[in-house]
């Protein structure tokens, strides 16, 4: 995605990894209402892959905030990302009373939550575009695929990544299923 950002802009790859992520939501909702694994699955990975735009953020952080104030604005994008995991269960637990509104259930909740908090952020950015296509450049996908080559090829750091994978794994597995049972 950061590559992409860097040959496209920021805005661009933004929007349609913000539009990618809300549509795979949709599905995941509809999945879960259909109780169909194989399209939960499908929507998961490819909406885990247009989540990766935590990246493109961060540079168009880069490209308008000093040097001296980044770390504070980096911040900003993890206060409101690990805001989301609390404040999200607790308003939609809250909204899946059927007390309060017949037509939102199980697949609503886990859809609405997701999707809502990625597009807030995308508003943000939607000002302008921060990546001035006199800055941009080509964009190597070979160079891409062969950094992700040097994850399994780097004996020293292989371990580190593998453990790195597995907890983080086990943590999105945990936010993915625990809403399920804040609902029962």
């Known amino acids: 995605m950061g590559s992409l950002s860097d040959r496209f802009g920021r805005k661009p790859i933004l929007l349609i990894s913000l539009t990618v992520t809300t549509v795979c939501y949709a599905f995941i909702a509809t999945a879960l209402t259909l109780g169909s694994l194989i399209v939960f699955g499908a929507a998961s990975l490819l909406a885990g892959l247009a989540e990766a735009n935590v990246v493109t953020a ?26 989301a995991y ?35 952020r995308g508003n943000r950015c939607c000002v302008g575009e921060t990546n001035p296509p006199e800055s941009r450049h080509r964009v190597s ?3 891409a695929f062969t950094n992700l080559a040097a994850v399994v090829t ?5 371990r580190l990544y593998w453990l790195n994978f597995l907890f983080y794994l086990a943590i999105f597995g945990f936010f993915r299923c625990y809403p399920m049972y804040l609902v029962d």
Request: glycine letters at 14%.
């Open 58 to 83: 961060r540079s168009a952080i880069s490209d308008v905030i000093a040097p001296a104030e980044r770390n504070r604005f980096f911040g900003y994008i993890y206060l409101s990302r690990s805001s």
């Open 86 to 120: 609390i404040v999200g269960p607790l308003v939609g637990g809250k909204l899946a009373d059927p007390r309060l509104m017949l037509w939102f259930n199980y697949g609503t909740l886990l859809g609405g939550i997701h999707s809502a908090r990625y597009q807030d």
């Open 141 to 143: 996908y070979g160079e």
């Open 154 to 158: 780097d004996g020293h750091l292989r």
